[in-house]
């Protein structure tokens, strides 16, 4: 086959579009011709791609209230040597989307699994925020009660790192002033409509980028929200190992150090680890 690839008894985890259909890779497009099965999380939604690009393969519907119970039969087929592609309705699989527990399944089951890299609304929104990019932490969607969205928040006030999550439009407005409560008049963008004719980028304060969204009738499409760190904080450039020291006097155990001290920095808790057996060779 072209490419030199075998597809035989693989997943494969294909990125699709976020919204302009032309935002998708060959390689996506060769192996979901070549696939025996495409797994959609909707497939209504995946049939206009097909349509798009000529790709006449069978589909089955995978999302958050089958895949309990499809995950099992896909893996037979699989293992019976039938290759599947999962998609989700855009962006890579898996990010907030199902694909877990099938993944899961097929690392356990000795079933090659291999990502086809694509689009993704985080890496596209944190691209264009303007917000600093060198460390991000992804949080997903923030909860929709309000007391628990807050208390996630403010859990995040010390990481040295740009923040984006996911948002749903009806809650915007409500979530930018929980945002302005628990971390400050911070820089936010919030990224609507990502790729589409009516992409937009509002840049501002918490405060100013709530008002703008409020002065609106409603506030429509897919929202990705990103939060910039808090204005005049200076760097912290306490040695790892000091800053792990001093928490551990604070009556944390040493993991919760490590973790603490990745999370302020913006590092990796294998960062930290690391940095911490390296001094010990010194």
């Known amino acids: 086959m072209p490419g030199g690839e075998s597809l035989s008894g693989t997943l494969y985890?294909?990125?699709?579009?976020?919204?302009?259909?032309?935002?998708?890779?060959?390689?996506?497009?060769?192996?979901?011709?070549?696939?025996?099965?495409?797994?959609?999380?909707?497939?209504?939604?995946?049939?206009?791609?097909?349509?798009?690009?000529?790709?006449?393969?069978?589909?089955?519907?995978y999302h958050e209230h089958n895949e309990l119970q499809r995950s099992p039969e896909l893996i037979a087929k699989l293992l019976g040597g039938t290759t599947v592609a999962l998609v989700s309705d855009a962006g890579m699989p898996l990010i907030c989307d199902p694909g877990y527990r099938l993944v899961r399944a097929a690392i356990d089951s000795g079933i090659r699994v291999e990502a086809v890299p694509g689009p993704s609304a985080v890496l596209t929104a944190l691209a264009a925020s303007g917000l600093a990019t060198d460390s991000f932490h992804f949080g997903g969607f923030l909860p929709a009660k309000s007391g628990q969205r807050l208390r996630e928040l403010e859990g995040l006030k010390d990481y040295a790192s740009t923040l984006v999550f996911y948002e749903a439009p009806h809650r915007?407005?409500?979530?930018?002033?929980?945002?302005?409560?628990?971390?400050?008049?911070?820089?936010?963008?919030?990224?609507?409509?990502?790729?589409?004719?009516?992409?937009?980028?509002?840049?501002?304060?918490?405060?100013?980028?709530?008002?703008?969204?409020?002065?609106?009738?409603?506030?429509?499409?897919?929202?990705?929200?990103?939060?910039?760190?808090?204005?005049?904080?200076?760097?912290?450039?306490?040695?790892?190992?000091?800053?792990?020291?001093?928490?551990?006097?604070?009556?944390?155990?040493?993991?919760?150090?490590?973790?603490?001290?990745?999370?302020?920095?913006?590092?990796s808790k294998r960062e930290v680890y690391g940095a911490l057996e390296k001094s010990k060779g010194r």
């Open 13 to 61: 985890l294909v990125g699709t579009p976020i919204g302009n259909l032309e935002d998708i890779t060959f390689r996506a497009v060769r192996v979901l011709k070549e696939v025996d099965l495409i797994a959609c999380e909707d497939t209504r939604h995946t049939r206009k791609l097909m349509d798009r690009y000529g790709i006449g393969k069978p589909t089955v519907s």
């Open 172 to 267: 915007i407005v409500e979530t930018l002033a929980a945002v302005e409560q628990a971390l400050g008049n911070r820089p936010v963008v919030v990224a609507r409509e990502l790729t589409k004719m009516h992409e937009e980028l509002l840049r501002g304060t918490a405060a100013e980028v709530r008002a703008a969204l409020s002065a609106r009738e409603s506030v429509r499409g897919e929202i990705t929200l990103l939060i910039g760190k808090r204005a005049g904080v200076a760097e912290d450039d306490t040695p790892l190992t000091d800053a792990v020291d001093a928490c551990v006097a604070q009556g944390m155990s040493r993991m919760e150090a490590i973790k603490t001290v990745a999370h302020r920095r913006g590092l």
